[in-house]
């Protein structure tokens, strides 16, 4: 069964760090590109950064550029996403997601990210 279980989400104040991981199981994670998304409460979800299956990264949404990078460890099927220096604009549930093709796109349950004084 595929599964997707991210953690590390929490409570933080403006300025904090976290880090999230996604560990996934059932699939072929290293040939997959891997994805974190977020979505705030009455916004639409929007994509964060993306890993590709051979290992380049990309932070893909400019208000977080120079504050998150992604990252994967193929050997832990773990992908992950080094958050600094948050701001309640952060405060949102937190996804990743696996894709290869178009139809063969899998999703965790998210984590939630509160960002707070």
């Keep these: 069964q595929v599964q997707l279980v991210e953690s590390g989400g929490g409570f933080v104040q403006p300025g904090g760090s976290l880090k999230l991981s996604c560990a996934a199981s059932g699939f072929a994670f290293s040939v997959y590109d891997m ?18 299956r051979f290992g380049v990264s990309r932070v893909d ?34 996804y990743c997601n ?10 965790g349950q998210g984590t939630q990210v509160t960002v707070s004084s």
């Design 98 to 107: 696996a894709r290869r093709l178009t139809n063969e796109d899998y999703w």
């Design 35 to 52: 994805r974190w998304y977020r979505q705030a409460p009455g916004k639409e979800r929007e994509l964060v950064a993306t890993i590709f």
């Design 61 to 94: 949404l400019d208000s977080v550029k120079g504050r998150f990078s992604i990252s994967r460890d193929n050997g832990k099927n773990t992908v992950y996403l080094q958050m600094n220096n948050l701001n309640s604009e952060d405060t949102a549930a937190y």
